[in-house]
């Protein structure tokens, strides 16, 4: 175990990636002995009951209900952000002034114009910064990273990816954060268009043009009132968008994220067409990836399974003999080791530039590409990724 002081970490909001989180945070250290503790300090909510009751779950040592008052205080080093997405902007930006390391979900802000602001902040600013696109930290991901780095493939041709949902299909399910503008953004896209856009700019570059659908199929829902069936609420963010894009370096990128497609509650998936060959990686068969080469020899020709468990793969060090999974919380742990390796180092005064990657200007990148989605959707035209004035 690492001599190092604790690191205490404020989170802010408590749900569902509360949870993911805090259990990153519980366990980062288990796997990665080498890194600093972390301490889970603070959790913050405005619910006072459900925040205690979540503080006493994950593990926190105190509640408390307004983050103002608590992204500056001295003993807090880590502030992590889980809220809904209209509230990233304010306390990213406050808590990088106070000189914080800040963590924040996808997608960075709520729209452009607030990603351009973030971003600027967080380029100043002293602490470390990351965004959650915690889908990069599959070992099988790494790895096809590794290899297009490596030029396995060779020229790439075509990425398609998908990310597919359907918890939101039936017109019953009530209104929510995510299904308002105001609050999320945009619907599908930012949700999780933004995490196979952070995939297909990971593994095969930047996009250059885009051309866009995008369709809200269920356009008034329940507000969740007591006694009264009658109250909806205006949808006003898509619940499916779909895009073709151009990348720089000449390949072209399918794109579809929707909560509509029945039957796949967590369908995020790619394939990737190389002249030397293909990848496919799909989260719900995550520790697999499916290579072809071309160069294999004719009476073996076709995908291949690589089950990444070996400990020649990317992150498996830390966990288990091969053949011995790991799963989505993984994904989180991984994210989070190369968080706080990145603070060891910058706090060493080691590699002094370097911000770990994904990191706020790659949440603004992904926010430019999903700004001209949108414009695209609007104008029925292709349109520029660095197209727009801001
Ligand atoms: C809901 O659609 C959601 O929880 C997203 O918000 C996450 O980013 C995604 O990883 C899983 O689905």
Redesign the pocket.
């Known amino acids: 175990m690492s001599e190092g002081k604790a690191l205490r970490v404020a989170m802010i909001g408590y749900q569902?990636m509360g949870k993911a989180h805090s259990h990153a945070f519980r366990d980062v250290s288990f796997y990665f002995p080498n890194l600093r503790p972390v301490t889970l300090q603070v959790l913050v909510g405005r619910q006072e009951e459900r925040v205690r009751q979540a503080a006493a779950r994950y593990g926190f040592a105190e509640v408390a209900s307004d983050w103002r008052e608590i992204v500056e205080r001295d003993d807090i080093d880590i502030v992590d952000i889980v809220t809904p997405n209209h509230l990233h902007r304010e306390i990213a930006i406050a808590a990088l002034r106070a000189g914080k390391h800040v963590l924040c979900e996808?997608p960075l802000a709520l729209s452009l114009e607030e990603a351009v602001e973030m971003e600027m902040e967080a380029k100043k600013a002293l602490g470390i910064n990351m965004i959650c696109h915690?889908y990069r930290f599959a070992p099988a991901v790494q790895l096809a990273k590794q290899w297009l780095q490596e030029g396995r493939l060779g020229k790439i041709y075509h990425i398609r990816a998908q990310y597919l949902?359907d918890?939101m299909i039936s017109p019953d399910h009530p209104m929510e954060w995510?299904l308002q503008k105001q609050l999320a953004g945009s619907g599908a896209l930012g949700?999780?268009g933004s995490?196979i856009i952070d995939l297909a700019r990971f593994l095969v570059g930047e996009i250059d043009d885009v051309t866009a659908v995008m369709k809200t199929f269920i356009q008034e829902r329940p507000f969740m009132v007591e006694n009264e069936q009658d109250v909806t609420g205006k949808v006003d963010v898509d619940d499916a968008a779909a895009f073709l894009a151009k990348f720089l370096d000449g390949a072209l990128g399918v794109f579809e994220a929707t909560?509509f497609a029945t039957g796949n509650r967590?369908g995020n998936r790619f394939e990737i067409n190389g002249e030397k060959g293909s990848l496919r990686w799909d989260l719900e068969d995550m520790n697999r990836l499916y290579a072809y080469f071309v160069d294999d020899p004719a009476d073996c020709q076709g995908f291949r399974q690589i089950q990444c468990t070996e400990s020649v793969h990317p992150y498996l060090q830390a966990y288990w003999p091969p053949g011995h999974i790991i799963g989505y919380e993984h994904t989180f742990i991984n994210l989070f080791a190369t968080f706080l390796m990145a603070i060891e180092r910058r706090e060493q005064g080691i590699d002094y530039r370097n911000l770990p990657s994904p990191n706020f200007t790659d949440g603004l990148y992904n926010q430019r590409v999903m700004a001209a989605v949108e414009r695209s959707a609007e104008n029925g035209k292709w349109e520029k990724v660095m197209g727009s004035a801001i």
């Open positions: 569902f996808k915690n949902q918890w995510r949700d999780i995490h909560r967590n």
